[in-house]
């Protein structure tokens, strides 16, 4: 099966910039056929979107979603709306979400709900932080994000659900996870969600990683254990330097 490259654009580009990011993707179409590409871009860029990815095999994701269906949430974005916007895929749970936005596991567990209510895949972040790391709680944080993330969920809807392991301590940071690390966190999420579902659904869910990623380790961490493919945050936002990114996948 091919393998996932989300690009996670967070909060920059106007529309006119998404213009010409896409336009610059899009030209190198072909190159790209051997992996599910997946452009998370701003709210504001989404319609833009919408129209220029259609045709190509290129899919628009969003970078969050309201965990509620709609009312008086002052600046929140529905599922509803997002799928209006030719949205397929959205990212919950994001760190940066969880520690400025003080987003709980509850609320992430919500927001997953109401993804998949609306016919939207989520791309699901969890990790680690450093104290975590080195008192050897990796392996506890991820097992007790999952459960709560997951909780309520039935194992047929893991299909549209993709789990970005991010140690929180190698995101935006420059200290990217070794090979090593990143296959010790897959497994203890693999192993997280068959205890929560089945074996089955812990060998079938698919795993991506994000964090610090660049030309230089990309390769390797690619082509780690157990990985379905990566989610790449800062590395994205120029187009050439992404593609030339991608081309060592």
């Not at 006119?16 to 051997?34: G, N, P, Q, R």
């Not at 047929?156 to 993709?162: A, C, P």
């Not at 254990?225 to 330097?241: K, S």
């Amino acid at each position: 099966m091919k393998k996932h490259i989300i690009a996670n654009i967070k909060m920059n580009q106007t529309p006119e910039e998404s213009k010409f990011y896409l336009a610059s993707i899009i030209s190198k179409a072909s190159a790209l056929v051997d992996k599910r590409l997946t452009i998370c871009l701003p709210y504001t860029s989404l319609n833009l979107g919408k129209m220029m990815l259609s045709g190509t095999d290129i899919t628009l994701g969003a970078q969050n979603i309201a965990e509620e269906e709609e009312g008086l949430l002052t600046g929140e974005i529905s599922g509803r709306m997002l799928k209006g916007c030719g949205v397929k895929r959205v990212i919950v749970g994001h760190s940066e979400r969880r520690s400025r936005f003080k987003e709980s596991g509850q609320a992430i567990n919500k927001k997953i709900k109401i993804a998949l209510k609306n016919g939207l895949q989520v791309i699901l972040c969890v990790g680690e932080s450093l104290v975590e790391k080195n008192t050897l709680k990796t392996v506890a944080s991820l097992t007790a994000q999952i459960d709560e993330c997951l909780k309520g969920l039935y194992e047929n809807e893991l299909e549209n659900i993709i789990i970005a392991y991010e140690p929180v301590w190698a995101i935006g940071s420059g200290k990217t996870a070794s090979v090593k690390d990143i296959e010790y966190g897959v497994k203890a999420i693999r192993k997280a969600v068959e205890n929560n579902f089945s074996e089955k659904a812990g060998k079938e869910i698919e795993v991506v990683y994000g964090g610090s990623l660049n030309g230089k380790n990309i390769t390797s961490i690619y082509n780690a254990e157990g990985l379905n493919g990566v989610l790449v945050g800062g590395a994205c936002l120029d187009a050439q330097a992404f593609l030339r990114m991608i081309s060592k996948c």
